[in-house]
């Protein structure tokens, strides 16, 4: 499975301000995967960033509010934009190693707390 | 679209018990997943269940998967306090959307 890395593990922001999150594979992907889990709840999954294009937002993830890019195949980020309270949660990042399973691995998240 | 539901949402068990923490989807997934989350950290892969009558172990975590009754369980055989954490199942959207379950806190008590 790849090695994923996240920069900055946590972080405390005012509202108002932006955050830009990192994530790091050992390895090219094709595909990187944006989740949010808010605190003591799942997953959801915000956007799809593929290499030389568009990121695709999932229903009710916009790209003013969380821009993403994706300039190489072993490396995305996400931003979080014009912050409020409700965005405090965990960010993480996920590759696909596709095969017969086609399993996705995550990477140790970002936790996020606006103030 | 495709949801997924656990239950239950918590569980706090003896060690040495045994339990089954379970997971409804709704519609066609082609495969079901199982991921272990403890406080503070990523999520682990535990298991990917791709057809019908799979069943995966892994010491003392046994999941299996029907796909006619959409329904996969991850079993817990004499629970030890190291197992407690949060298990998460996923099933699949299209070609790669996950769709998480709400999760299951396991607490093992000693």
């Known amino acids: 499975s790849a090695v994923i890395s996240q920069k900055p593990s946590r972080d405390i922001c005012q509202r108002g301000t932006s955050l830009t999150i990192q994530c790091q594979v050992d390895s090219q992907v094709t595909m990187m995967f944006w989740y949010r889990q808010q605190p003591g709840q799942s997953l959801t999954l915000i956007a799809t960033?593929?290499?030389?294009?568009?990121?695709?937002?999932e229903s009710g993830f916009v790209i003013d509010k969380f821009p993403i890019s994706r300039p190489n195949l072993t490396f995305s980020t996400l931003t979080v934009s014009n912050m409020s309270p409700e965005d405090s949660s965990i960010y993480l990042c996920s590759v696909g190693s596709y095969g017969a399973t086609d399993t996705q691995y995550f990477g140790p998240g970002t936790r996020l707390t606006v103030l | 679209e495709l949801k997924v539901e656990q239950n239950p949402l918590f569980l706090s068990m003896q060690e040495g018990k045994n339990y089954t923490i379970y997971c409804n989807y709704s519609?066609?997934?082609?495969?079901l997943y199982w991921y272990r989350q403890d406080p503070g950290k990523s999520l682990e892969s535990l298991f990917v269940?791709?057809?019908?009558?799979a069943v995966k172990q892994e010491g003392r975590l046994m999941a299996s998967l029907d796909t006619k009754a959409r329904l996969s369980t991850l079993h817990i055989t004499a629970a030890v306090h190291d197992l407690s954490a949060t298990y998460f199942c996923a099933g699949v959207s299209g070609t790669y959307k996950y769709i998480f379950g709400t999760g299951t806190r396991l607490k093992v008590l000693a």
């Open positions: 960033a593929n290499q030389g294009s568009e990121a695709t937002y």
């Open positions: 519609t066609t997934s082609d495969r």
């Open positions: 269940l791709l057809s019908n009558g």
